[in-house]
């Protein structure tokens, strides 16, 4: 070697600079080999070595040992499939960022079974699918390999005969029905509900659910060997509606018309009910007006929510109802829309006998004063306390049938006859709308009725028009709110009124 170092020194100069650039030349061919070497040394039959493709990356000159020409691309850039696209104006390619890139999606020793399965996946779990255009490359994880299926409940079907169909064993259904929520939903299921059962890649479950409301799904998940229950609830959103109508025939039919709910219809009626009879009040040219809630769930209607304010003008007095936060309803100026008493203890059909001192009997033909209202209904209509007291009298004799007898105070005491059942006994206690018995006709009587008497100090009292005593106000300490709520709900009513008048 030393002897070939002196010869090549005696050489004249430009024979030595000749004889540099040859081995230089010849270095290069045999450090960087052609594209067609390249292939056959990294490239395999359907399968890419990425750490290969890395560490030539690392062993590849960097940009500014390349040549300048805009033609030429680096012979080591990241494959296309990594490939982040350049932007408009900027030129190359970030050879350490790509590689950076490069080197994210390379599995680790520790990867998760899908990314050994896939040496394209990330250690994230996050797949990349092939596609036509590799640049455009979708990531999924591995929730998207879940499976759901939906079982429908058949009639005679059981939550047992259910879970075996979708695949779960006696053991997983013995754990679930332990759980609380789970014991009390799902073994009461109906036909036409389902339960949906998620699935993994294993095919292994992992979680049911079923829907018990509108608004509330039991969520049952398997946590290895053990299920564990969640309640998801969605969020109700509310919607303040209006309404105003004009009574032609009768009030529900008006109501419908206007279109309020039957819910919404009740409501309406029960709130008014201690002042107005709906069954025997109502004229021709009565109005009414309110403002209600509907509740949505993901935009979906699912239901209706309270009534908020409400006017009636009934045989051209008028009646004004405002809720307040602690769900009672008040007038305008605060008093409460609750009596101490029902107008009508029962929802009749129509009155058959009025309150009448000289009433003939319609057994025995003679004049015998009719003290009390006789409501016809059907038999079994539920029969409801006038109001909150203590039953002093429940038996039977053959003039009034069953009877019950409800001492309120020392002023108020009301009877209830004719009864085809009673459900309450002597001295108990009861509340208002409580249910004391059902309608019949027992005793002497010509057809199935109620016959009710309001007694006041003794001394037998129309039922129908007689002044009924008013429940508390609102409370001193609530009513400069209240006055401020009452004030913006009916402002809202009749600037509804107003607008909807100008509309028609």
Known sequence: MAKLITLIKLLPKAHQIALSLLVIFTVIIVLFPSDDAKASKHTQVGKVDLSERIQSLQNAPHKGDETNSPNKQSEYSVPLAFRTPTPPGQTGSQSNTSLQKLQALTPSKESSPIADLNPLAASDNTILTPTKDAENAVPYREADLLSHKAYKVSKGDTFGGLANRAGLTPRDVYQITRLPKSKKNLLKIMPGEEIIVTKDAQDEITQISYQMDKISTLLISK?????EETVNVKTITLENKFITANISSNFWNAAATA??????????????????????DIRKDDHFSLMYEEEYVDGQYIGTGNILAAEFYNQ?????AVRYTDGEYYSESGNSMRKAFLRSPVDFKYVSSSFNPRRLHPVTGQVKAHRGVDYVAAIGTPIKAAGKGKVVEASYNKYNGNYVFIKHNDTYTTKYLHLNKRKVKRGDSVKQGEIIGTLGKTG???????????????VHRNPRTVKLPKSQPIDKKERTQFAALSKQLMAKIEKNKQLQYANN
Request: charged content about 20%.
């Open 444 to 458: 002497r009587v010509t057809g199935a009725h109620l016959h009710y008497e309001f007694i006041v100090n003794g």
């Open 223 to 227: 946590n290895e060997d053990k299920f």
């Open 259 to 280: 279109g309020l709910s039957a819910n919404h219809i009740m409501q309406l009626a029960n709130i008014f009910g201690w002042d107005i009879d709906f069954a025997l």
């Open 316 to 320: 051209g007095e008028r009646y004004t």
